[in-house]
């Protein structure tokens, strides 16, 4: 396993880790500032699009596309130690038109749009005019088992109406969201995977309502995690994504890269975790010492080092199989690093806020908005259990090749990025 920096990757990696000390990072009080003053959570504050301008400008724009015909066209081991630089700064992701649910969304036009989805779609996004949305989670069902999706998508003639109910539609509130890619029922009496397909639905279109933003522990995120209605919304059939059937399908080929993105983008929050904890414990004094100076301290501070290493490599093999064997062939891993990945991220966050005491607690440091991605990231792509399910079944049929066959093959899960 090959994980050496190519030079184009050292030269990316270089440029971003000048890109975020002189802008991004200090453009995080800003960009907060100017919501504030806006009033409105989901205001896109000017700040941001300076950012854009900037990293287009710097040759930082769209990193994650491995099309070199569309963005910087590298590999998985090359992208995810730019994720991780991604992951120290808030608006970083988004600033270089890397943030999810654009990110996935992009990859599903690209590899399943039409020309015309391209052009009228794709072609916006990857210039970071427009957001996008991905409606595939229901209420109404427990949507870690996408065969449970009940919304439906009935031919009427050139169109398909909708009919249902989504939510946790990462981005649908954001102002510049102008179009979701909506999964749904199109046959319920086919094979359980091959009912779903998936079409795109323009934000206007009428009979689309955005009921509400759904805080996240409290917090109002900027763009939303959205719970949308679709009454008789009628889009034509040429909204449709490769055939009637491939929804499931289109939605494994779209969660396998993300989970690289959220994971390494994980890694590069824990280290900002920790590099806060560290600088809190050496400017602290207590009862007459530097916090730091504490063995239980210190053992937290090794143990996080410990974890972020291992949880790195475990990411970078993931990355390593998704680009030698592809995706099918690395499922275990990218399941094993969506489970660890937030686990640690939980951890280290958390003890970090220890260090920090109440000020941990408030939005002075970024500890609490880290702490309550990483709970979420451990239901955002589905549920821990589903990919330990994952993985256990993989280790079992080392022993019996027969075992668990006949039940229903472990389903897709819905993501809300």
Same mark, same amino acid.
């Given at each position: 396993m090959d994980l050496t920096p190519t030079d184009r990757a050292r030269d990316y990696r270089d440029r971003l880790l000048a890109f975020m000390d002189e802008r991004v990072l200090p453009a995080e009080p800003v960009y907060a500032e100017q919501i504030r003053a806006a009033g409105d959570p989901h205001f896109q504050p000017p700040v941001m699009e300076e950012l854009k301008a900037e990293a287009r400008r710097r040759?930082?724009?769209?990193?994650?596309? $491995?099309d070199p015909a569309l963005g910087a066209g590298l590999s998985n081991v090359e992208y995810a130690p730019l994720a991780e630089i991604h992951g120290r700064g808030m608006l970083a992701?988004?600033?270089?038109?890397?943030?999810? $649910?654009?990110?996935?969304?992009?990859e599903v036009l690209t590899q399943f +749009?039409?020309? @015309?989805?391209?052009?009228?779609?794709?072609? $916006?996004?990857?210039?970071?005019?427009i957001r996008s949305a991905f409606a595939m989670t229901e209420p109404a069902v427990a949507s870690s088992d996408a065969t449970n999706i009940?919304?439906?998508?009935?031919?009427?003639?050139?169109? /398909?109406?909708?009919?249902?109910r989504k939510w946790w539609a990462t981005n649908a509130a954001h102002p510049n969201c102008r179009i979701l890619i909506v999964m749904g029922k199109t046959d319920p009496d086919a094979a359980p995977h091959r009912q779903q397909s998936m079409v795109l639905v323009p934000i206007d279109t009428p009979g689309?309502?955005?009921? *509400?933003?759904?805080?996240?522990? +409290?917090? @109002?995120?900027?763009?939303?995690?959205?719970?949308?209605?679709?009454?008789? =919304?009628r889009v034509p059939v040429t909204n449709l994504l490769a055939e009637e059937g491939d929804g499931f399908a289109i939605g494994q080929a779209r969660l396998?890269?993300?989970?690289?993105?959220?994971?390494? #983008?994980?890694?590069?929050?824990?280290? #900002?975790?920790?590099?806060l904890m560290c600088t809190r414990a050496l400017s602290r004094v207590t009862f007459g010492q530097p916090v730091a100076a504490r063995a239980n301290i210190q053992d937290w501070i090794a143990e996080a080092r410990i974890e972020i290493e291992r949880t790195r490599l475990l990411v970078m093999k993931a990355a390593w199989l998704m680009d030698t =064997?592809?995706? #099918?062939?690395? #499922?275990?891993?990218?399941?094993?690093?969506?489970?660890?990945?937030?686990?640690m991220l939980q951890r280290v966050?958390? *003890?970090?806020? @220890?260090?920090? +005491?109440? +000020?941990?607690?408030?939005?002075?440091?970024?500890?609490?908005?880290? /702490? =309550? @991605?990483? *709970?979420?990231?451990?239901?955002?792509?589905? $549920?821990d259990e589903v990919h330990k399910r994952t993985l256990a079944l993989t280790e079992l049929r080392r022993y019996d090749t027969s075992f668990g066959r006949t039940a229903t093959p472990t389903p897709v899960t819905a993501p809300s990025h």
């Open positions: 040759g930082l724009w769209n990193l994650f596309h $491995p992701a988004e600033a270089c038109n890397c943030s999810a $649910p654009d990110t996935g969304n992009m +749009g039409t020309d @015309q989805h391209k052009k009228e779609w794709l072609d $916006p996004l990857l210039a970071g005019e009940e919304l439906s998508m009935v031919r009427d003639g050139d169109d /398909y109406v909708l009919n249902g689309v309502e955005v009921v *509400r933003s759904m805080p996240v522990f +409290g917090m @109002q995120e900027h763009g939303g995690h959205c719970e949308i209605s679709f009454t008789d =919304v396998g890269p993300g989970r690289i993105h959220h994971c390494m #983008r994980i890694i590069g929050m824990a280290e #900002r975790a920790l590099e =064997v592809g995706n #099918r062939e690395a #499922r275990v891993e990218i399941a094993a690093i969506k489970v660890a990945a937030p686990a966050v958390d *003890r970090a806020i @220890q260090v920090h +005491g109440a +000020g941990g607690m408030t939005e002075d440091f970024p500890l609490a908005h880290l /702490y =309550v @991605q990483a *709970r979420a990231l451990a239901i955002a792509d589905g $549920p």
